[in-house]
Nanobody, 116 residues
Framework: QLQASGGGLVQAGGSLNLSCAAS????????MGWFRQAPGKEREFVIG????????ISADPVKGRFTISRDRTENTAYLQMTSLKPEDTAIYYC???????????WGQGTQVTVSS
């Protein structure tokens, strides 16, 4: 199971952090990431990290602004979001799995709202 936390309301240009804790030990073959879904839009992949190597991949809209990291001892991934824009407003879902992008397991969504 994945337990997400963080999010909230912030003004444009601000920052927010999300975290996602797995309930069990994660192996090197695992991957974690975030998807998001804005009102009236399709769900989209945002960013992900390969648990074993730490390699990260992000979608173009968030490159240079969002950073994902992991704590292997805590089985937790972290999403740091900076320079937030109103178009980043969405429900963010923590995900995990051995595939790429990781979409087998889903945590509960957390709302991120960026005001202009």
């Amino acid at each position: 199971q994945l337990q997400a936390s963080g999010g909230g309301l912030v003004q444009a240009g601000g920052s927010l952090n999300l975290s996602c804790a797995a309930s069990e030990r994660l192996y090197s073959s695992y991957n974690m990431g975030w998807f998001r879904q804005a009102p009236g839009k399709e769900r989209e992949f945002v960013i992900g990290i390969r648990w074993g190597t730490g390699r990260t991949i992000s979608a173009d809209p968030v490159k240079g602004r969002f950073t994902i990291s992991r704590d292997r001892t805590e089985n937790t991934a972290y999403l740091q979001m900076t320079s937030l824009k109103p178009e980043d407003t969405a429900i963010y879902y923590c995900t995990g799995g051995s595939s790429w992008p990781p979409d087998r397991s889903w945590g509960q969504g957390t709302q991120v709202t960026v005001s202009s």
